[in-house]
């Protein structure tokens, strides 16, 4: 109940097009929703957000979408650049728990030139 | 990298031997992390701490501990190392538990193999 799931665990996108990940939850408690992104050899590092009272979040050319009914939630590259291959995780939080932010297993993403 | 300072970042041990991690802050942030990435696994929390002493488990704390004598340092402890402790440690702070306005910062990590 308390995982998140996420999919694909790897995708190649050309440059130009559309990078999509998937991530599914099942805990109606989460309220926050982020979206890290890790390059080889660098920690993870905070992308974009979104809290559940939003369908949609767009920052750049990196857009959050999120279905509170079916519990999942998007993230969407347009343009992808070969400089956006990395592994991206998403991840759920709710308040007032310290210790619980749970992380998807993450997408390598790579994007060919 | 949010002043996080992670060291050693690489570290090769034998099977049995201790090991400590340490991970230093100068954001005075109050959550420190100690997370594991592992190839189909992503980052599994391994303990954290909400204050100076204040320590809990996360879902993979077996064969580890943690201590926290000041804000700035959270050290890791493998008491006797085996080989399924091979992978890279992340140590990550928030300023009030990960939640909105207050994401982690991570540091860039420490590869442990354990031979």
């Known amino acids: 109940q308390q995982q998140v799931k996420q999919s694909p665990q790897s995708l190649i996108v050309q440059k130009g097009g559309i990078s999509i990940i998937n991530c599914a939850y099942e805990?109606?408690?989460?309220?926050?929703f982020p979206w890290y992104q890790q390059f080889p050899g660098k920690g993870p590092a905070l992308l974009i957000a979104?809290?559940?009272?939003?369908s949609e979040k767009k920052e750049g050319r990196f857009t959050i979408s999120f279905n509170k009914s079916a519990k999942q939630f998007s993230l969407h590259i347009m343009d992808s650049q070969p400089g956006d291959s990395a592994t991206y995780f998403c991840?759920?939080?709710?308040?007032?728990?310290?210790?619980?932010?749970?992380f998807g297993k993450g997408t390598r993403l790579h994007i060919l030139p | 990298d949010a002043g996080i300072t992670q060291s050693p970042r690489h570290k090769v041990t034998e099977t049995g031997t201790p090991v400590t991690l340490r991970c230093h802050q100068t954001?005075?942030?109050?959550?420190m992390y100690w997370y594991r990435q592992d190839p189909g696994h992503g980052l599994r929390l391994i303990h954290y701490?909400?204050?100076?002493?204040?320590?809990d488990k996360g879902e993979v704390s077996d064969g580890y501990s943690v201590s926290r004598s000041k804000t700035e340092d959270f050290l890791l402890t493998l008491e006797s190392a085996t080989s399924s402790q091979t992978s890279v440690y992340f140590c990550?702070?928030?300023?009030?538990?990960?939640?909105?306005?207050?994401?982690?910062?991570f540091g860039n990590g420490t590869r442990l193999t354990v031979t």
């Open positions: 990550a702070i928030s300023r009030s538990g990960g939640t909105d306005n207050s994401p982690l910062h």
């Open positions: 805990n109606t408690a989460f309220d926050y």
């Open positions: 979104i809290r559940p009272d939003v």
């Open positions: 991840a759920a939080s709710w308040a007032n728990r310290d210790d619980k932010i749970i």
């Open positions: 954001e005075n942030h109050r959550y």
């Open positions: 701490s909400y204050g100076v002493k204040d320590t």
